[in-house]
């Protein structure tokens, strides 16, 4: 489903010597599986993620998305495979928006404002009908169990229920792809194995999952239908 | 010069203005430079982000332009009563040199501008930005109109010198100078009315076909300029009349005075908005064959046809219905 | 709700929760902003009112004033002069006007003498406005000794003095009858102070003041439209020198936003983060910033206005009145009638809301363009 073909990034802005992330990686993440990035930090796995997911552009290399959902582009950019590299951030975004669904190792959720607002707060630029979006939201946190919290505000939140929240913020635009950079970090056995399962339930319904992590119960769990091991910047295992 | 609060308002936001554009235009042509869409470095991202500058800093300066033409307008109205034979704005325009130079310069800068947002709009719904180049080549002209707009302003402005008395010699200004003329030369009727009525009906057929066919889209934009400005210069000598009901009052900006019902407002704004929509139909239509704009331009263009059709509709109709209604008869 | 609408209503929504968030900072910005711009309101209001109030006095005076002139000051006009004026065509009517200026150094202050032709006026009686009654604190039934020429004190009862309404125009006027100034002044029956002229057609003036010049060389004929003028530009000009002088103050300001734009705190550039990273672009941060920054400025200037609107109309411009109306002894104390106008709103705009706009800009640009990836990165 995502393509990558050597790519490259290069972080040079503002330091010394430049610092190289990711050095020439090909790879093919298949649709509808679980695949995990396994490596220690530094090995350039949550870049790489970021590059996968439309929030930053490579230095060099292409990747193609395959399988997106049609009418995506309306300017007849349309192309199976699509190819993202060299797309402006207006439309890069507007993919990533549709296509990908983030799950923050700090769940970045935005302070000072309830649960409910910051699981719509993605929807708010695309000028989406208000209501609509609203119980879109609602019926995400209630499967989540996260319905008593709805008005609450998020600092307020534990750890599990936190996380749950940028769960269900992920899900807002119903995204094929669901990227977790690092999710069992801050949380006990026992809620990671509730993630786990939660994965399970989304794998099942046919969304491709890509998970970052160097937790055991991630890389090791039956769900994981490929880890690849990466280590400066690069990719030790293939495929 | 005349220390009036709107005399300095407008220095201040032409001074503000040019420092907008000229920013925008150096930013502008390092862009036209290093552009180059497929790569992936920092320094293009850097560029991409640039972009999002020029257009606010564009936007902006639009705004004030605008804005500031009315202010001009206005002040120079204010002001008409410090100078003999000054009845309004016309006459304090020409009390000094540049007057009327200023307020074109003004005017022009505010079509240039609303040119290149228009093709700002389009060039960002498209995947590949294709009209980087020809939009920062635009802006690169636009510069030095709006440095020649504050110059010639600031001229006019601080050439301005007040009627006042002195203490002790006679103050007879109406002897030592000949009334300042608040009339504008004005076309005669018998001319303008076919030319008016004409050029509304060119435009108007210009308008269906494009509409229907999506052709003909740069004769429908110079059409629509020609109308427009026949329609100022018709408005100056054959309408103004009956809204002034006077047969020789071709002032052009005591439409805006409270006494004609601030008539003047719709009109210059249909006239400007006008001429903004007809001028960026015309903007857009060289670059119809871009691939990536395909499917954006036309709609686009509709968009700009079916304001600037409506805003020579609300036009006519204002004139229209006052000449019926006026008790003059040319 | 079309998109692009509610686009800008959510993005409008968060802005304001946004700013909220952070109550003191913004309380603090938005309370100097306010202040610059109630400074500048009150000075455009009260030069506007002024000029207004100007007008309208001027309404009331004649169309042309005929003064005859000796090595360039003014002197007494004879009654053969005043005669032949009459005689000009086109003009309607010529008052003779009887008046002088009398310096009293018991209580300082310059008043303006005038005969009254009113024939209520008794001998001996003075009609006198509000400001004259204030410094000599006198009344209705007072007496009150104006030195005449010769020195010796002539008394005159007062019989009237001026309603509120006349301040602007009559604070330092002492109304005597024709026969009481002539005594006071020493000035002989033939000669007049100067002329009051009307003209049928008032378009006419300027060529019936060019027959009298051409007639009398030693007159000088004033209008009316002139002396508006003067009164407008004068105005005009001290209203402009406090904008240029205030305008030290608008810089210090505009210094401080593009301060406080530019000095995110460390919780504002993770929200940002974080918003670019959920699909937010820099395009919708930028309006985010957009708004935040209307709310800011509309709030700050409608507070302005509305207090400056007070300030001028209700409290009569207490902070600026010495600057504006001048330095005299006998001040007039008057209500300026509020007059408020789109353009004054519009000049206001200009010098406030413009600056701060542009000044912000850069800042907040700089701000919309955080990389999505910075939140993944922190």
Redesign the interface.
């Known amino acids: 489903m995502i393509e990558l073909a050597q790519v490259v990034k290069t972080y040079s802005a503002g330091l010394a010597t430049p610092y190289t992330a990711v050095a020439g990686v090909t790879l093919d993440i298949p649709g509808g599986q679980l695949t995990v990035l396994k490596g220690p930090s530094g090995s350039g796995k949550t870049t790489l993620l970021s590059l996968i997911g439309c929030m930053a552009r490579p230095t060099s290399g292409r990747i193609h998305l395959r399988g997106l959902p049609p009418g995506l582009l309306p300017q007849g950019a349309d192309a199976d495979p699509l190819e993202i590299t060299s797309l402006p951030e207006r439309f890069l975004t507007t993919i990533r928006r549709r296509t990908f669904g983030f799950i923050f190792q700090q769940f970045n959720l935005v302070r000072g404002i309830s649960v409910l607002e910051n699981v719509m707060l993605p929807t708010y630029p695309t000028g989406e009908d208000r209501e609509t979006v609203e119980a879109r939201a609602v019926t995400r946190l209630e499967a989540l169990g996260m319905a008593r919290h709805l008005k609450a505000p998020v600092d307020r939140l534990s750890g599990g229920e936190a996380q749950r929240v940028a769960i269900a913020r992920a899900l807002i635009n119903d995204p094929p792809v669901i990227i977790a950079d690092e999710p069992t970090a801050h949380l006990d056995s026992r809620l990671s194995a509730e993630f786990m399962e939660l994965m399970g339930q989304f794998k099942g319904a046919g969304r491709t999952l890509l998970i970052a992590s160097h937790d055991p119960i991630v890389h090791d769990s039956p769900l994981a239908d490929l880890v690849i091991v990466m280590r400066d910047g690069q990719v030790v295992t293939a495929p | 010069m005349i220390q009036h609060p709107g005399v300095l308002a407008l220095l201040l936001a032409s001074g503000l203005v040019t420092l907008l554009v000229v920013a925008a235009a150096g930013l502008g042509w390092q862009i036209l430079r290093h552009w180059d869409q497929h790569s992936g470095t920092e320094s293009q991202l850097a560029l991409e982000r640039r972009t999002y500058l020029v257009s606010a800093l564009l936007s902006l300066a639009l705004g004030v332009q605008v804005l500031s033409l009315f202010l001009f307008i206005f002040t120079a109205d204010g002001l008409h009563s410090q100078f003999v034979g000054a009845m309004c704005a016309a006459g304090s325009l020409a009390a000094a040199p540049y007057g009327y130079t200023t307020l074109l310069l003004k005017v022009g800068t505010c079509l240039l501008a609303g040119a290149w947002i228009v093709l700002h709009r389009a060039d960002i719904r498209a995947y590949d930005c294709p009209l980087i180049r020809p939009k920062f080549g635009l802006l690169l002209g636009l510069a030095p109109l709006v440095l020649a707009e504050t110059w010639f302003q600031t001229r006019y402005l601080t050439g301005l010198r007040a009627d006042v008395m002195t203490s002790c010699c006679g103050s007879l200004f109406g002897q030592g100078r000949e009334g300042i003329a608040a009339e504008l030369a004005g076309l005669p009727p018998a001319l303008m009315h076919p030319l008016f009525w004409g050029s509304l009906l060119a435009f108007a057929v210009a308008g269906g076909w494009f509409l229907r066919t999506r052709r003909g889209a740069l004769a429908f934009s110079l059409l629509g300029l020609a109308f427009f400005v026949i329609a100022l210069v018709a408005l100056v000598s054959v309408f103004g009349l009956y809204i002034y009901e006077l047969p020789t009052h071709h002032c052009p900006f005591c439409l805006l005075h409270r006494e004609h019902g601030f008539v003047g407002y719709p009109l210059y704004a249909t006239l400007l908005g006008g001429a903004l929509t007809a001028l960026g139909v015309g903007v857009l239509s060289p670059f119809r064959g871009r691939t990536s704009l395909a499917s954006v331009l036309p709609a686009m263009q509709a968009k700009l046809a079916w304001t600037a059709l409506g805003c020579a509709a609300v036009f006519t109709l204002i004139v229209g219905i006052w000449a019926l209604v006026s008790p003059l008869r040319l | 709700?079309?998109?692009?609408?509610?686009?800008h209503?959510?993005?409008l929504?968060?802005a304001l929760?946004s700013l909220l968030?952070r109550k003191g900072r913004n309380l603090a910005l938005t309370a100097v902003y306010t202040l610059v711009v109630f400074v500048l309101a009150s000075?455009?209001f009260f030069?506007q009112a002024l000029k207004h109030e100007a007008g309208e006095l001027l309404e009331h005076a004649p169309d042309m004033v005929v003064q005859r002139?000796v090595a360039?000051?003014h002197d007494p006009m004879p009654a053969s002069q005043v005669d032949a004026i009459r005689e000009i065509r086109g003009v309607e009517e010529a008052e003779a006007r009887l008046w002088g200026y009398y310096y009293d150094p018991v209580y300082g202050g310059n008043l303006t003498v005038m005969a009254s032709p009113d024939p209520t006026l008794l001998p001996g009686s003075a009609r006198i406005g509000r400001g004259v009654a204030r410094n000599m604190r006198v009344a209705e039934g007072d007496m009150v000794p104006l030195r005449g020429y010769d020195g010796l004190p002539l008394l005159f009862t007062i019989q009237q003095v001026l309603a509120e309404e006349s301040e602007l125009v009559a604070s330092d006027l002492v109304l005597l009858t024709p026969a009481d100034v002539r005594t006071l002044f020493h000035l002989p029956e033939g000669l007049a102070t100067d002329l009051a002229v009307k003209a049928g057609n008032p378009r006419e003036?300027?060529?019936i003041?060019?027959k009298i010049?051409e007639k009398f060389p030693d007159a000088?004929?004033?209008?009316k439209?002139?002396?508006?003028?003067?009164y407008?530009?004068a105005f005009?000009?001290r209203?402009?020198?406090m904008?240029?002088v205030l305008s030290s103050a608008i810089l210090s300001f505009i210094i401080f936003a593009w301060d406080k734009a530019t000095g995110l705190s460390a919780?504002e550039r993770k929200?940002i983060?974080?918003?670019k990273?959920?699909?937010?672009?820099?395009?919708?941060v930028?309006?985010l910033k957009f708004w935040e920054g209307a709310v800011v400025s509309l709030a700050a200037f409608l507070g302005g206005v509305l207090l400056a609107y007070g300030h001028v109309f209700f409290f009569s411009a207490t902070l600026f009145e010495h600057a504006l109306k001048g330095w005299s002894v006998l001040f007039p104390r008057f209500r300026l009638i509020p007059a408020l106008d789109a353009?004054q709103l519009?000049?206001l705009?200009?010098?406030t809301v413009?600056?701060y706009?542009?000044a912000t800009?850069?800042p907040c640009?700089r701000a919309?363009?955080a990389?999505?990836?910075s939140?993944?990165?922190?």
């Open positions: 709700m079309r998109p692009s609408l509610q686009r209503r959510s993005v929504d968060f929760s968030r000075l455009v030069v002139m360039g000051r003036l300027a060529t003041a060019a010049v000088r004929p004033i209008l439209a002139e002396m508006l003028r003067t407008e530009a005009d000009w209203g402009g020198l904008v240029v919780e929200e983060g974080i918003l990273s959920i699909g937010w672009e820099s395009g919708d930028l309006l353009y519009t000049v705009f200009f010098l413009l600056p706009t542009a800009l850069v640009w919309a363009m990389d999505p990836d939140a993944m990165r922190s």
